[in-house]
């Protein structure tokens, strides 16, 4: 069983920055798919980026220029960079790992942005 563990939300006015992690209990991130996704109350939960277990990274198109995923495999760890943070970006988000019929969720991380 993986645990991952998301960390670096908070408040931040309109325009900030935030930097959030993910740190998986193992070294999984070579081989795992990895994703942050977002849930704003009451709406669904939707994809803000992914980055392959190469290294290969995609985005809601939305998101793209003001969101940026990194990870580095040494640490266990993915980065979701977010600048020009806007309210409509207020939200859970959470992050996923996945290969094959293996599919791991954190416990979400508050992002609030907000004046």
């Known amino acids: 069983q993986v645990q991952l563990v998301e960390s670096g939300g908070g408040l931040v006015q309109p325009g900030g920055s935030l930097r959030l992690s993910c740190t998986a209990s193992?070294?999984?991130?070579?081989?795992?798919?990895v994703g942050w996704y977002r849930q704003a109350p009451g709406k669904q939960r939707e994809l803000v980026a992914t980055i392959g277990s190469t290294g290969n990274t995609n985005y809601a198109d939305s998101l793209k220029g003001r969101f940026a995923i990194s990870k580095d495999s040494s640490k266990n760890t993915v980065y979701l960079q977010m600048n020009n943070l806007k309210p409509e970006d207020t939200a859970i988000y959470y992050c996923n790992a996945k290969r094959y019929d293996r599919n791991y969720w954190g416990q979400g991380t508050q992002v609030t942005v907000s004046s």
């Open positions: 193992s070294s999984i991130f070579s081989v795992y798919a």
